[in-house]
């Protein structure tokens, strides 16, 4: 048998194992009822409120509460800003609302 054949094999088994570990968690997630999800949702809510209130008081900055303040653009941006300038297409904002 050649490599690539053995290749395409376990590739095959690969998919077929991840098809059935998808298969088997959304079974175990459909076994609930709407009632019990509602139930759960509940407990965890209460969980956390109870914790909430059993945590010290803290103050949040300000700037905490406005998120973060970025400086530059991310390098994403950086990198979409770059290929555009490279680009022989030159892309324009319209000012016609009609497009």
Do not use: H, N
Request: aromatic share 6%; net charge positive.
């Amino acid at each position: 048998m050649r490599w690539w054949k053995v290749l395409g094999a376990a590739a095959f088994v690969g998919v077929a194992a991840t098809g059935v570990a998808i298969a088997r968690a959304e079974r175990q997630r459909r076994a609930y009822t709407p009632d019990q999800v509602r139930d759960r949702l509940r407990d965890r809510m209460a969980q956390v409120s109870v914790a909430a209130e059993q945590a010290p008081d803290q103050e949040v900055p300000p700037e905490a509460e406005q998120g973060p303040v970025r400086t530059r653009p991310s390098r994403f941006a950086r990198r979409v800003r770059a290929l555009a300038a490279r680009s022989p297409i030159r892309f324009r904002r319209s000012t016609d609302p009609e497009g």
